[in-house]
């Protein structure tokens, strides 16, 4: 197993700025900001962006969609944002990180719902419960997903696609955005599901150790990837370097797909979590820029 990236350790989860702060009183935030945390959490936090998940403004709930795999079917948890506006629209499955689905992904949900998508968050742990908790360590969570096989994460993410291209308000385009574990799963729909129209994948996994669960990863896969193809990786991403990157770039050139890998300068593993001190701001907000941009030229 490759030596696992600082910024995927659990323990980094266990006192996030905003827990800390919340512990400490607003009327202490400015000082514990710049004390405990150091200048450079404090020079990000005014550019943190504000949650979407509290936009009054969009229709937000907890649903379930049925996937069936063999005769069994199971109702997949999942978080839905929707505009309050009429009309088709396009819609997007957003893929949780090894956390599972929490606040943060259902944030990012709200964003694409506030740029005018229907989003979809299921909780891919479903059928296996609630992962082990980060205090646990980072072991726990490794063997967790370890047992869950990349054809059921496929399947279940596949039934999604279905309901979301069933609903009334879609206009029948289905893209993808997925985020470390989501970001290796997002590519791997890409190669799974023909119909799909868009992938986005930030420092998703591209090769690695295989197993009867994972028989295979991106790189692996380049040639069956239908949807075009955007991924964001962090220049300092000690568990994904560039090199990896620069990898899939050319395998995606050689099989003559339509993508753009991007890799960001003084940005590590998680850069676009902005409830972690991986957050990189310049470089998350050119990522998203980028995001929505790929999804309106093949989602619309």
């Not at 396009?90 to 943060?104: M, P, R, S």
């Not at 646990?136 to 047992?147: A, D, N, S, T």
């Not at 029948?172 to 868009?198: E, Q, T």
């Not at 001190?277 to 050119?286: D, F, G, M, Q, V």
């Amino acid at each position: 197993m490759r030596e696992i990236d600082p910024a995927l350790d659990p323990r980094l989860d266990q006192l996030t700025r905003r827990t800390f702060l919340g512990r400490a009183g607003a009327g202490a935030a400015g000082v514990v900001t710049a004390a405990v945390l150091g200048p450079q959490a404090a020079a990000q936090d005014a550019d943190r962006p504000k949650r979407a998940l509290e936009d009054e403004n969009l229709d937000k709930r907890d649903i379930t969609y049925p996937s069936k795999i063999g005769e069994q079917e199971t109702a997949i948890k999942a978080f839905l944002a929707t505009p309050k506006t009429e009309g088709k629209r396009g819609a997007v499955i957003v893929i949780h990180e090894i956390f599972g689905l929490n606040d943060h992904i259902k944030d990012v949900a709200c964003r694409l719902a506030q740029a005018g998508y229907t989003a979809l968050a299921p909780d891919l742990f479903t059928r296996e419960g609630s992962p082990p908790s980060p205090s646990e360590g980072f072991g726990p969570l490794m063997q967790f997903v370890g047992k869950i096989p990349d054809s059921q994460i496929m399947d279940d993410l596949k039934a999604g696609m279905r309901y979301l291209r069933g609903r009334p308000d879609s206009n029948g385009k289905v893209g993808v955005v997925g985020f470390c574990w989501g970001g290796r799963i997002s590519m791997l729909l890409d190669a799974n599901a023909p119909d799909l129209n868009a992938a986005v994948a930030y420092y998703g996994r591209i090769s690695g150790d295989k197993s009867a669960n994972q028989p295979a990863h991106p790189i692996d896969l380049v040639e069956k990837m239908h949807a075009p193809l955007l991924g964001h990786f962090g220049a300092e991403d000690q568990g994904i370097p560039p090199s990896e990157a620069a990898k899939l770039r050319s395998a995606l050139k050689d099989h003559g797909q339509v993508a753009e890998i991007y890799v960001y300068e003084h940005a590590g593993h998680a850069f676009n979590n902005d409830t972690r001190e991986s957050y990189r701001p310049e470089a998350a907000k050119l990522a998203w820029k980028r995001t929505l941009d790929w999804f309106a030229r093949y989602l619309s």
